[in-house]
C-alpha cells in the first residue's frame, strides 16, 4: 500500500528544492517499501532492522549529495522542535560524527524524514547487527540495498536543481553525475547549522512581534 508523500506545504511554496527533494524521497521510499516486501517473501523471513536498530549510524561514512545536505540543514534550523535543537547544538559545534552520525539523539535519528538516501535504501536480513560489525565483511549476503532501480527517476527530480535540462539528464544518470557531486557527512562545516537555527529563530521571533503589533493597533 502507499503512502503518503512527506509534505511541508509552507516551506515548499518557499523553497522549490525542497519540493523536488520530498518527490526523490518518496520514490525512494515507495520502491524500497515494494522491494523489501518481494524480498522478505523470496526469503521467507522479515527484514532485521527495526526501529532502535543504530549501528549503521556508527563508524559509518555517510555519502550525500549538495541538496540532501541542504534538506538537513533546512530541516535542523526550520522544523527540528526547539528542545532537539538545544540537545543537538553541543553535537553540532563539537563537529562529532567520527564515532556516530551527528545527527543520532538518544539511539533514534533527529532528522529522519530528510534523512539521506543511503540511510533510506540499506538493509540487513538474518539478524540485526552487531555493535561494530561490518556486515559487509562478516554476511554480505545479508545486505540488501533497496530502491536502486528507481535511480533514474529519483534522477529527473535531483538533476534539474543542478541547472541541467531534460535532454541531458538520462545521459548525467548514466555517467553518475549526482554520486560525484557527492561529499560525506563527516566532513561538512555542521557548526554552521547552529548559525541557521538561531537566524531561523531570530525570524520567526521577529514574525511574532510583527503579527502582535498588527493585532493590536
Known sequence: MATARTTYPEHEARHPW?????????ISD?????????EEARRGEAVACREGCRTCCQGQVIPLSDFEALGLWWFAAEVMPLEVQARLRPRLLAGRGDE????LLDGGCAVYPLRPFVCR????F???????????????RDVFKAALGSGRDMAWELLPLYGKGEEDIDRLF???????????L???PLENIVIHMDAAIARK???NITASKGRNA
Open 174 to 184: 548514466e555517467s553518475g553525475y549526482v554520486s560525484r557531486k557527492g561529499k560525506h
Open 18 to 26: 525542497l519540493v523536488r527533494l520530498l518527490n526523490a524521497y518518496h
Open 100 to 103: 556516530e552520525c551527528v545527527f
Open 186 to 188: 563527516r566532513t561538512l
Open 205 to 207: 521571533s521577529a514574525r
Open 30 to 38: 515507495e520502491a524500497a517499501r515494494a522491494e523489501i516486501a518481494q
Open 126 to 140: 538474518g539478524r540485526a547487527c552487531a555493535p561494530g560489525e561490518n556486515v559487509y565483511e562478516t554476511r554480505p
Open 121 to 124: 535504501q540499506y538493509f540487513v
